[in-house]
């Protein structure tokens, strides 16, 4: 008789019991609904650099000169940003990356220069032997800020007596970017006197190198 009275009790313990476990417990090994599930892989990957140069610098490298400006390039009516960034230890052990990025933010010419690079032509300017490293530094600086100095771009890209000269581009864009009047090109030395001469070509979508102009 005891034990058929206390069988209702037991049963509505234990339901208790059942009702009371934490939900932590009964969703165990389920996941929460809205857990962010990013990860590093769902970044989108770098943009590779498109030099030719293998870079010196890395991520944590310091940012000793940038010098920027913008002019009508690839574009007749929205100037690009031509900027020339200098990385490194210091101003005479660096790599200056030369880049020119479109109004809408696409990167079309990226180049890698070293601090040499930038250097090499002073011994045009030197009046006695050697340089102190104070004078070098300034001179890097200097060459930095006329980088792009408006005496360096040039409209037409090329004129219409300018003679053919062999570059990167083949004889048709050449052809092709002389018939465009409004056309840009764009002057910078490397080392003492590897003078480089660009443009954006429409025909082939993309910037290119110009041979050496003539009379």
Known sequence: MLIRRLTPTLTLLAALAACSTPSSERSAGT????TDTA?????????????????VTNAQSDTLKVVRTRHLFSS???PDLFQLVLRGDSLLSSEATFTITAADGTVIFREALSSADLEASMVYEM???GAT???REAYVRRRMDEFFAAKNFRTPAIGPK???QPGSLDRAGRDDLRRRSGTVSFDYLVGKEDRRRIAWSPLKKQVVRLGGVGS
Do not use: I
């Open 133 to 135: 490293r104070q004078e």
């Open 31 to 34: 996941p929460a609904v809205g």
């Open 127 to 129: 009046t006695k032997p």
């Open 76 to 78: 007749p009516s929205a």
């Open 39 to 55: 990860t590093v892989s769902d970044s989108p990957a770098p943009e590779p650099l498109d030099t030719t140069a293998a870079s």
């Open 162 to 164: 300018d003679s053919y």
